[in-house]
């Protein structure tokens, strides 16, 4: 099965900071790589998606690009905003159904 | 709109009972799942059903049951074995059908505390 390492938080930035969030995987197959949010309270989101190698996915100001030869997936932000504070979770999935890693506590401070 | 809705948001269990969790869907989606989420952890597989009258075991399924009976419906049951049942619970569905319809949505989520 798939299994997933992500970075560990908590991450606090100041606003406008650039964000950089880690992601490796393992994985049997070649499987999507997805990033979700989950804001205080609520259920997760979907960011964004790669569904192939050095596909860049990409939604909101955040990237993130399938790395196939270091089976990475790292999530990047030029630009922080306070509303961008919230849980991040790195989740390759399969055809049955998505790892969630650990998830990473954001906080972008004014 | 469409969407995943979890019901109740707030739920309290006493010792001994059973609990059972809503999640309805009106996404038209074939596969649903349930997670927990226990704090600044992720998400744990309980069960999932890809089909109406079919389901697996996630992860860590003992001490819930679920039901598919219907295409929208999938109720979680949180039974009186499971001794240590508070947590965040999220329903989530997707379209199935392989890699490219993966992408899995989620509800609000119901909190399960014990009394």
């Known amino acids: 099965g798939n299994s997933v390492t992500q970075m560990e938080g908590p991450v606090t930035l100041s606003e406008e900071a650039f964000l950089t969030i880690n992601c490796t995987y393992t994985a049997t197959g070649y499987p999507s790589l997805f990033w979700y949010v989950q804001y205080p309270g609520e259920g997760l989101q979907l960011l964004l998606k790669?569904?192939?190698?050095?596909d860049k996915g990409s939604n909101k100001g955040f990237e993130a690009t399938y790395r196939k030869e270091t089976t990475s997936f790292h999530l990047e932000k030029g630009s922080v905003q306070v509303s961008d504070s919230a849980v991040y979770f790195c989740a390759p999935g399969s055809a049955r159904q998505l790892t969630f890693g650990s998830g990473t506590q954001l906080t972008v401070l004014p | 709109d469409g969407g995943i809705t979890q019901s109740p948001k707030y739920l309290f269990r006493k010792e001994g009972q059973n609990v059972t969790l809503s999640c309805e869907q009106n996404l038209n989606h074939d596969a649903m799942y349930w997670y927990r989420q226990d704090p600044g952890q992720g998400l744990r597989l309980i069960y999932y059903s890809q089909i109406v009258n079919d389901f697996q075991k996630g992860d860590i399924a003992e001490g819930y049951s679920v039901s598919r009976e219907k295409k929208e419906s999938f109720p979680l049951t949180v039974t009186s074995a499971q001794k240590n049942p508070t947590a965040f619970y999220l329903c989530a569905s997707n379209q199935g059908g392989g890699l490219a319809k993966n992408i899995q949505y989620f509800g609000a989520g119901t909190r399960l505390s014990v009394l």
């Open positions: 790669a569904t192939k190698a050095d």
